[in-house]
C-alpha cells in the first residue's frame, strides 16, 4: 500500500485534469482566505505599523548581510523547530505534524501532477513519502488533540470539547485519516468503503482549505513574519518598544518553579 500511488488508481474513473484543478483550487481557496482573513483582522496593516514604530527606536542600523543572517537563522530555528515551544512534548507533536503536512501535501501534488495519467511513471519514492506525510500527520495531530490540548488540563475541559479554534487541527487530521483509509481500502480492493473514504477525503479538504477565514490556517503565515520582525527588533535595539531586560535576575523566590507545569 504505501508504495502504491491511490491517485493513479483513482484516474481510472476521475480524469487528472480534474484532480491537478482540485488542487489549483485549494492554493486559490488558501491565497484568497488568507487575505480576506487579513484584510478583517488588520493582521497586515498591525505589522506595517509595528514595523514603522520599531524602526523610529532602533539603536543600530542593520546591514543586509545582517539581516539575511538573522532571517535565515529565524526560518531555521525558530520557526522550523517551533523553538517557542521549548524542549518538550508540545513541541515535538507540533514538529511532527508539521513536517508530517507539508511532505504529505508536496507528495500530493508531485503524485498528481508528474505521477497520475496516460502515459506517467509511477513513483514509488513519492507514495511512500505522501502516507508517511499522512501517518505522521496523524501521530503529531492524535497527540496534540488527546493529550496535550491546553484548555483540557489547564480549564478542566474534556476533551470532546470543540470550538472554532479547533476547525483547523481537526479539519487536517480529517484529511490525513480519510486519506489513508482511502488508500488502504482502495488497495484492498474495498469499492464501496473506498469511495466513502474518498468522499470523505474530499469534504475534509474543502473544510479545511475553505475555512481559512474562520480556523488557525491563516496564522501559519503569520507566526514566520512576526518571529522574523521580533529578532530584526532584538538586533538593532528598538526590542519592539518594550524596555530593556534586568541586569540583575530579581529576587522573588522560586514562584511557579515551585512545581512543574502541568498545562502546557
Not at 503536512?101 to 511512500?128: M, P
Not at 483509509?181 to 473544510?207: C, R
Not at 488557525?216 to 535595539?237: R, S, T, V
Request: glycine share 10%; with cysteine; aromatic share 16%.
Amino acid at each position: 500500500m504505501f508504495s502504491t500511488n491511490p491517485f493513479s488508481i483513482l484516474a481510472e474513473i476521475v480524469s487528472p485534469l480534474a484532480m491537478q484543478g482540485f488542487i489549483i483550487a485549494m492554493v486559490v481557496l488558501i491565497a484568497g482566505g488568507t487575505i480576506i482573513q487579513m484584510i478583517s483582522h488588520r493582521n497586515l496593516t498591525y505589522f506595517f505599523n509595528n514595523a514603522k514604530k520599531a524602526k523610529l527606536s532602533a539603536t543600530k542600523e542593520l546591514g543586509m548581510g545582517e539581516k539575511v543572517s538573522i532571517v535565515a537563522k529565524t526560518t531555521v530555528y525558530d520557526i522550523g523547530t517551533t523553538s517557542e515551544l521549548g524542549f518538550g512534548k508540545r513541541r515535538l507533536a507540533h514538529v511532527l505534524g508539521m513536517y508530517g503536512t507539508i511532505l504529505f501535501w508536496v507528495a500530493s501534488a508531485a503524485l498528481i501532477f508528474f505521477y497520475t495519467g496516460t502515459g506517467k511513471s509511477s513513483s514509488t519514492t513519492w507514495s511512500i513519502i505522501w502516507h508517511v506525510g499522512a501517518a505522521l500527520t496523524c501521530l503529531g495531530g492524535y497527540w496534540f488533540w488527546f493529550f496535550l490540548r491546553v484548555d483540557v488540563s489547564a480549564e478542566a475541559h474534556p476533551w470532546y470539547r470543540i470550538i472554532k479554534a479547533d476547525l483547523f487541527v481537526l479539519a487536517l487530521l480529517a484529511c490525513a485519516t480519510f486519506g489513508l483509509l482511502w488508500s488502504y481500502t482502495q488497495f484492498n480492493g474495498q469499492v464501496g468503503l473506498s469511495y466513502l473514504f474518498l468522499i470523505l477525503f474530499v469534504v475534509a479538504n474543502l473544510v479545511l482549505f475553505g475555512g481559512i477565514y474562520w480556523s488557525k490556517f491563516a496564522h501559519m503565515f503569520y507566526k514566520p513574519g512576526a518571529a522574523i520582525q521580533k529578532n530584526l527588533a532584538e538586533a538593532d535595539g528598538s526590542r519592539d518598544n518594550l524596555p530593556p531586560p534586568a541586569e540583575a535576575p530579581e529576587q522573588f523566590g522560586l514562584g511557579i518553579k515551585r512545581e512543574e507545569p502541568k498545562h502546557y
